[in-house]
Nanobody, 125 residues
Framework: QVQLVESGGGLVQAGGSLRLSCAASASTFGSYAMGWFRQAPGKEREFVAQISSWSGGATNYADSVKGRFTISRDNAKNTAFLQMNSLKPEDTAVYYC?????????????????WGQGTQVTVSS
């Protein structure tokens, strides 16, 4: 069982930056691929970014965030990060981190086994 806790959300003006963190309880954190998803009001949860297990040499991003968001991981600290720059009002959502036993899962949330409770990100115009 893996417990995930997100932090770092908040209110920011358009064009600003936030860094989300996802702390994991698992001592084998490095063996899990990590992903970030988000859910805006009235919309389905959608894929944002993912990073492969161990060295995190492979990453993947939704087209809507490419060039603005960066996913990374620090296995020594059992933590994954999502650096969000040039934020837009349409980035407003609850952001969830997730862990998968697959080396590099698909973009589908069905390939992730463990989820955090989410952190709110609000971008004002």
């Amino acid at each position: 069982q893996v417990q995930l806790v997100e932090s770092g959300g908040g209110l920011v003006q358009a064009g600003g930056s936030l860094r989300l963190s996802c702390a994991a309880s698992a001592s084998t954190f490095g063996s899990y691929a990590m992903g970030w998803f988000r859910q805006a009001p009235g919309k389905e949860r959608e894929f944002v970014a993912q990073i492969s297990s161990w060295s995190g040499g492979a990453t993947n991003y939704a087209d809507s965030v490419k060039g603005r968001f960066t996913i990374s991981r620090d296995n020594a600290k059992n933590t994954a990060f999502l650096q969000m720059n040039s934020l837009k009002p349409e980035d407003t959502a609850v952001y969830y981190c997730a862990a998968s036993v697959f080396t590099l899962p698909t973009n589908s949330e069905d390939t992730y086994e463990y989820w955090g409770q989410g952190t709110q990100v609000t971008v004002s115009s």
